[in-house]
């Protein structure tokens, strides 16, 4: 006889952490309301829509992320799946520094923008979306993933039932369980995740030990800004933050702002250090969440106007991955600086978004089908043959 899942989608207001036994629950649930108290764009600029929980067994809680697919102020790639696929890849054409090759891209990404507008693939419900870069996964038991997916798509009909951040490695359990359902796998990126810190190999060991020196001679010292209060600038860190992943990489990246740095500190959802200079200047910050074994990074940012040769995010990289390490935790590095994050061990994976299409009309669901097909055969192989 199968196993009775309860699965109750509630309103943020409503929600209680303190109910919850477990401290990602509660982590979970006080994320949640954070996002809804003042509307999701106080907290992640460019995303707009309304941010639900589910609560699995009164134990487990997801946030349900519902887009406003109207609003062309929804941008963030994470919040919109149009922006992902299309606004950002646009974006990025000028990474191939040459006009030849930027308007032949741009082109070819003409049919598919198309594809996706007709799939109205924004209309989506998604699962586990924090709205941030990578979403980690309480211990949710793979049984448990269809009556969510069920209950989900019954509030939601006509919309795309999305899990986002699902991958062979941290998620494996649930990755298995998805395909086994027939959930549709969406390439979403290339991430470098790493679970062994020790036995890497002599190269490898002296990259690391070279990082070690230069953060132990380095004029720079961390501060930990847990329990003082006043240790972390709100304000600084979202400029470190925007600078790095906004200004220099892309405007699609979810702009966080101080709200969220001030309201995630107090609330101890993410854990910040800051480094500074000897006179106290605040010069990098790195803000971190641990969950169910895992811990990703989604704030980290640093002043670009400071000399190369300071090292600071190499310094940010070694802080992080020794955390992981001591903490005896997997270290979900997330995508970019490919050739970076392998020199120090980690391993390349592919991460995708799982589409229930079983809710939307056949036409649309053949559409997304058709779009997730070439995204398999022609951007992973190169995402994995370039190491992205």
């Given at each position: 006889m199968?196993?009775?899942v309860?699965?109750r989608?509630?309103?943020a207001?409503a929600l209680?952490p303190s109910r919850?036994?477990?401290?990602?629950?509660?982590?979970?649930?006080?994320?949640?309301r954070?996002l809804?108290?003042?509307?999701v764009?106080?907290a992640?600029?460019?995303?707009?829509?309304?941010?639900?929980?589910?609560?699995?067994?009164?134990?487990?809680?997801l946030?349900?992320?519902?887009?406003?697919?109207?609003?062309?102020?929804?941008?963030?790639?994470t919040?919109?799946?149009?922006?992902?696929y299309?606004?950002?890849?646009?974006?990025?054409?000028?990474?191939l520094?040459s006009?030849?090759?930027?308007?032949l891209a741009?082109?070819?990404?003409?049919p598919?923008a198309?594809?996706l507008?007709?799939?109205r693939?924004?209309?989506?419900?998604?699962?586990?979306n924090?709205?941030?870069?990578t979403?980690?996964?309480p211990?949710l038991?793979?049984?448990a993933?269809?009556a969510?997916?069920?209950a989900?798509?019954?509030?939601?009909?006509?919309?795309?039932?999305?899990?986002?951040?699902?991958?062979?490695?941290?998620t494996?359990?649930?990755?298995?369980r998805?395909?086994?359902?027939?959930?549709?796998p969406?390439f979403?990126?290339s991430?470098?995740v790493q679970?062994?810190?020790?036995?890497?190999?002599?190269?490898?060991?002296?990259?690391?030990r070279r990082e070690?020196?230069?953060?132990?001679?380095?004029?720079?010292?961390?501060?930990g800004?847990?329990?003082?209060?006043d240790?972390?600038?709100?304000?600084?860190?979202?400029?470190?933050?925007?600078?790095?992943?906004?200004?220099?990489y892309?405007?699609?990246?979810p702009?966080l702002?101080?709200?969220?740095?001030?309201r995630?500190?107090?609330?101890?959802?993410?854990d910040?250090?800051?480094?500074?200079?000897?006179?106290?200047?605040a010069?990098g910050?790195i803000?971190?969440?641990?969950?169910?074994?895992?811990?990703?990074?989604?704030?980290?940012?640093?002043?670009?106007?400071r000399p190369?040769?300071?090292g600071l995010?190499r310094?940010?990289?070694?802080?992080?991955?020794?955390?992981?390490?001591?903490?005896?935790l997997?270290?979900?590095?997330?995508a970019?600086a490919?050739e970076?994050?392998?020199?120090?061990?980690?391993?390349?994976?592919i991460?995708y978004?799982?589409?229930v299409?079983?809710g939307?009309?056949r036409?649309?669901a053949?559409?997304v089908?058709s779009f997730?097909?070439?995204a398999?055969?022609?951007?992973?192989?190169?995402?994995m043959?370039?190491g992205?």
């Amino acid at each position: 006889m199968p196993e009775v899942v309860d699965v109750r989608l509630e309103a943020a207001d409503a929600l209680d952490p303190s109910r919850f036994a477990h401290p990602d629950a509660r982590k979970a649930a006080d994320y949640i309301r954070l996002l809804a108290e003042d509307g999701v764009a106080s907290a992640v600029a460019n995303a707009r829509g309304t941010m639900l929980a589910i609560v699995v067994d009164d134990a487990v809680v997801l946030p349900l992320f519902v887009p406003d697919a109207r609003s062309n102020a929804n941008t963030a790639y994470t919040s919109s799946m149009y922006a992902h696929y299309v606004s950002y890849a646009r974006a990025e054409l000028r990474e191939l520094r040459s006009p030849i090759a930027e308007r032949l891209a741009a082109i070819a990404l003409l049919p598919v923008a198309a594809m996706l507008r007709m799939a109205r693939i924004d209309e989506a419900v998604y699962v586990n979306n924090w709205l941030l870069s990578t979403n980690l996964y309480p211990a949710l038991a793979p049984a448990a993933v269809e009556a969510v997916t069920r209950a989900v798509a019954a509030r939601f009909r006509g919309r795309y039932v999305v899990w986002n951040s699902i991958n062979a490695d941290t998620t494996g359990a649930l990755h298995a369980r998805m395909r086994d359902l027939g959930y549709l796998p969406l390439f979403s990126r290339s991430i470098w995740v790493q679970d062994v810190y020790e036995g890497l190999g002599s190269r490898v060991e002296h990259v690391l030990r070279r990082e070690r020196r230069l953060a132990a001679r380095s004029e720079h010292r961390f501060r930990g800004s847990r329990p003082h209060r006043d240790d972390l600038d709100p304000v600084r860190a979202a400029d470190l933050y925007r600078r790095l992943y906004v200004d220099k990489y892309s405007a699609h990246n979810p702009q966080l702002t101080s709200r969220f740095m001030a309201r995630t500190h107090d609330a101890g959802i993410v854990d910040y250090e800051v480094l500074a200079r000897g006179d106290g200047e605040a010069v990098g910050v790195i803000g971190h969440i641990a969950l169910n074994g895992v811990l990703t990074t989604p704030v980290l940012g640093y002043d670009l106007d400071r000399p190369r040769e300071d090292g600071l995010y190499r310094i940010l990289s070694i802080r992080l991955q020794d955390k992981a390490r001591d903490l005896g935790l997997v270290f979900h590095s997330s995508a970019g600086a490919g050739e970076f994050k392998k020199s120090r061990g980690a391993k390349n994976r592919i991460e995708y978004r799982m589409v229930v299409l079983d809710g939307v009309p056949r036409w649309r669901a053949a559409l997304v089908r058709s779009f997730a097909a070439l995204a398999e055969r022609v951007v992973v192989p190169m995402m994995m043959r370039r190491g992205l």
